[in-house]
């Protein structure tokens, strides 16, 4: 067949950029109005009742620190649809699964994004890793400091600076080290063809699947359960990749769709369009089913230390209307719109659902992160939109400068032919 390339140009390019331009006005905006809108005094008075209250913590709160809270939850959140694209693919070959042979280089390009993800998620962490994470200040560990907290000081094993710095290293490495392997021998297929490389992704993929079944649940402990300090889920693993695997889905079917609607991968029919609406149906269900397990296992339970957690959330005027609004737009809304078989083979009903859970993930992973770091001080306002908007920019140049260097198809995929004819 025709090689298929997809066409970065300049137009595309500069509309991307301006996203990204206009993600930093909004930002050095936001800054500004929390400067001069007295907004610390506000925070202060708040975290000194919180340091009472939890023994220990920041004195105050500054607009920087609201600026690390929104940092770090872009960096989870597009490092999900980073690994998360490496995920789709390694399960479409440890699989072995012939519809997907098509659409793989969409997600295939989503694996750029880590080594800049990588290096975001070192930075902000050198930065501003005291105001994100309670258990990396010393006086917690000093049994002389009045602040000393016996509990965290029990987890130094496990959570302290070298270490947890280490695994970083361990997950970033390995997952673009399995990216570039996945990807060096999908680019050798398209030259040389045959199944000798389709095998090497095969046992490459199998390696990763086994490797990030650890790294899912150990990389959620470490950014995200690790800010509830002394809070703790023997599901927050499994939550966490729900989170990432359906905002994944979502982002992966966003790609597909448009690109189509755009003259490219023509190859793509609505029983492709069907199957991708299957996958974001079904894993937001099983989103809501980790959510509502994690839930009730904590609520009937009724062990103080573990439903504080759920209780900051759920009587915070400022918070509860998210516990609530991420069940509808991550559960509820998908659920109810992609039911039918055709509203899965519509374009419109698919790009209204991915934007719509996209969104409702990215607010499931603010309501994840932010109480922890700055309790009852959260809002959304430019800061956090302008933020995401550059993390958007960042995400989409890289993943389309990729997905402009090989074919959209790959042409020598020894499925192909059966992605082609593909029917549900």
């Not at 597009?78 to 998360?84: A, E, K, R, S, Y």
């Not at 009937?300 to 998210?322: G, H, K, Q, V």
């Amino acid at each position: 067949m025709t090689a298929e390339n997809f066409n970065f140009n300049a137009g595309l390019k500069k509309k991307i950029v301006t996203l990204g331009v206009v993600g930093v006005v909004l930002l050095i905006l936001g800054i500004i109005i929390l400067i001069f809108s007295g907004g610390g005094d506000h925070a202060a008075e708040a975290a000194h009742g919180a340091q009472a209250a939890h023994g220990g913590g920041h004195s105050e709160f500054h607009w920087y620190d609201r600026l690390y809270t929104s940092l770090w939850i872009n960096n989870v959140f597009f490092t999900g649809l980073g690994v998360i694209g490496l995920f789709f693919v390694a399960l479409q070959y440890a699989s072995q699964a012939g519809w997907s042979a098509g659409i793989k280089r969409i997600p295939e390009a989503f694996g750029a994004w880590l080594p800049f993800a990588g290096i975001l998620m070192l930075v902000v962490f050198l930065v501003g890793g005291h105001t994100i994470f309670h258990w990396t200040h010393e006086y917690l560990y000093d049994e002389s400091d009045p602040r000393y907290d016996a509990i965290i000081a029990g987890k130094r094993g496990y959570l302290n600076t070298p270490f947890f710095l280490i695994r970083m290293a361990i997950y970033f490495g390995v997952w673009y080290w399995m990216y570039r392997l996945i990807r060096k021998e999908s680019l050798a297929e398209d030259l040389n063809g045959g199944v000798t490389h389709y095998h090497k992704m095969v046992k490459y993929s199998t390696i990763f699947i086994v490797f990030f079944a650890i790294t899912s649940s150990t990389s959620a402990w470490d950014w995200t359960l690790s800010i509830d300090t002394h809070w703790f889920s023997t599901m927050y693993g499994w939550y966490n990749f729900a989170s990432w695997f359906v905002s994944g889905l979502a982002a992966i079917t966003l790609c597909v769709v448009i690109l189509r609607e755009n003259g490219y991968i023509t190859i793509v029919s609505s029983e492709h369009l069907h199957d991708l609406g299957k996958f974001v149906f079904a894993f937001s269900i099983f989103w809501a089913y980790i959510w509502f397990g994690q839930f009730l296992l904590i609520y009937y339970a009724n062990i103080p230390e573990e439903t504080i957690y759920f209780l900051e959330r759920l009587e915070s005027d400022y918070y509860s209307p998210f516990f609530f609004g991420t069940l509808i737009l991550n559960f509820f809304f998908p659920f109810l719109v992609l039911m039918t078989r055709d509203s899965k083979r519509h374009t419109i009903f698919l790009k209204m659902v991915c934007v719509v859970v996209m969104v409702g993930q990215w607010l499931n992973f603010y309501l994840m992160i932010t109480p922890g770091i700055l309790k009852e001080n959260g809002s959304l306002g430019f800061v956090e939109l302008g933020t995401t908007m550059i993390y958007l920019a960042g995400f989409l140049f890289v993943v389309l400068n990729n997905l402009s260097k090989a074919p959209l198809v790959a042409k020598n995929h020894p499925m192909l032919q059966e992605s082609i004819h593909h029917h549900t």
